[in-house]
C-alpha cells in the first residue's frame, strides 16, 4: 500500500525511446502517427481506477522553460497509453530530456 505499483523514466530522440530505470514496465513504445507512448506493465493492474501522473523535464533548456504537459489518453490493465503536448497543445514527438511516469492504484 501506499507506493506506485508501475514506474518509468525514458526518453524520446528522433523516434527512438531509451528507458533509463523502470519498476513493473515491461516496454516503452511509441506510435508516431498518432504520437502516443505506450506503456506496458509485467503485472497488471487491478483496475482501471489507477492514477497516472506524468512528469517532463527540461534538463538544459534555456529560460523561459518551455511548458509540456503529460496526458493519459487510454488506460488498460495490462498498459496505459500517454501523449506529450507544449502550452498550445501541439503534440511532443522528441522529449530527449526525458519523461517520468508514475502508477498508483490501490488494488
Known amino acids: 500500500?501506499?507506493?506506485?505499483?508501475?514506474?518509468?523514466?525514458?526518453?524520446?530522440?528522433?523516434?527512438?525511446?531509451?528507458?533509463?530505470?523502470?519498476?513493473?514496465?515491461?516496454?516503452?513504445?511509441?506510435?508516431?502517427?498518432?504520437?502516443?507512448?505506450?506503456?506496458?506493465?509485467?503485472?497488471?493492474?487491478?483496475?482501471?481506477?489507477?492514477?497516472?501522473?506524468?512528469?517532463?523535464?527540461?534538463?538544459n533548456s534555456t529560460p523561459p522553460l518551455p511548458p509540456r504537459i503529460g496526458y493519459d489518453v487510454v488506460k488498460q490493465l495490462t498498459s496505459v497509453s500517454i501523449v506529450l503536448t507544449d502550452s498550445s497543445g501541439e503534440m511532443l514527438p522528441d522529449i530527449p530530456e526525458g519523461v517520468s511516469v508514475m502508477i498508483f492504484s490501490t488494488s
Open 1 to 59: 500500500p501506499n507506493t506506485a505499483k508501475a514506474w518509468c523514466r525514458f526518453n524520446n530522440t528522433s523516434g527512438q525511446i531509451a528507458t533509463q530505470s523502470t519498476y513493473n514496465v515491461s516496454s516503452v513504445s511509441y506510435n508516431s502517427s498518432n504520437h502516443q507512448y505506450t506503456i506496458s506493465f509485467q503485472n497488471a493492474m487491478g483496475n482501471l481506477n489507477y492514477g497516472v501522473f506524468i512528469s517532463c523535464a527540461n534538463n
